[in-house]
């Protein structure tokens, strides 16, 4: 059975849930992962499931800087079929800063023969960097001129 659009945002959600989803594994083996609003230090692209696999396993550090309490999703059809828009939300408690966090993510799904082929990852850079423990990265690099 080929996996849909709307199916493989459940699995992006449920990878986002920790229950068990390889992310690189819904991609592709050409996939594209990007990152428009990167932080510093973090790829804007990531080509291939294999570069997928090898970044997202060297970051599943980054977990332990907060407690997960759920992850919610709203997933939007859009005028492509291959195309959905995915809202997706987590909240718990950050380790960092001991606070409860909400976090939100907006991500544009191109799925073909029930593989992830383009997936853009829209994250709010600041919240990124404040659940991460990274606003001094974030805030070097908002003074560091560019090249």
Same mark, same amino acid.
């Given at each position: 059975?080929?996996?849909?659009?709307r199916d493989?945002?459940e699995q992006?959600r449920r990878?986002?849930?920790?229950?068990g989803?390889?992310?690189?594994?819904?991609f592709a083996?050409d996939?594209?992962?990007?990152?428009p609003f990167?932080l510093?230090?973090?790829?804007?692209?990531l080509?291939?499931r294999?570069a997928?696999r090898a +970044?997202h396993?060297?970051?599943?550090?980054? !977990?332990r &800087?907060?407690?997960?309490?759920g992850v919610? #999703?709203?997933?939007?059809d859009?005028d492509?079929?291959?195309?959905v828009?995915?809202q997706?939300?987590h909240?718990?408690?950050?380790?960092v800063t001991?606070?409860p966090y909400r976090f939100?993510a907006?991500?544009?799904?191109r799925?073909?023969?029930?593989?992830i082929?383009?997936y853009?990852? +829209?994250?709010d850079?600041?919240?990124?960097? !404040?659940? &991460?423990g990274r606003?001094a990265?974030l805030? #070097?690099?908002l003074?560091?001129?560019?090249?």
């Amino acid at each position: 059975m080929t996996r849909s659009s709307r199916d493989m945002a459940e699995q992006v959600r449920r990878m986002v849930a920790g229950e068990g989803v390889p992310f690189a594994d819904l991609f592709a083996e050409d996939g594209v992962l990007e990152y428009p609003f990167a932080l510093p230090g973090q790829p804007r692209a990531l080509h291939g499931r294999e570069a997928i696999r090898a +970044y997202h396993g060297g970051a599943s550090g980054s !977990r332990r &800087l907060f407690e997960m309490d759920g992850v919610d #999703a709203v997933v939007r059809d859009t005028d492509d079929p291959e195309v959905v828009v995915a809202q997706i939300e987590h909240y718990g408690r950050s380790a960092v800063t001991g606070e409860p966090y909400r976090f939100h993510a907006l991500g544009i799904i191109r799925v073909r023969d029930g593989e992830i082929v383009s997936y853009q990852d +829209y994250m709010d850079p600041i919240a990124t960097a !404040r659940l &991460l423990g990274r606003t001094a990265d974030l805030a #070097a690099a908002l003074i560091t001129p560019l090249p």
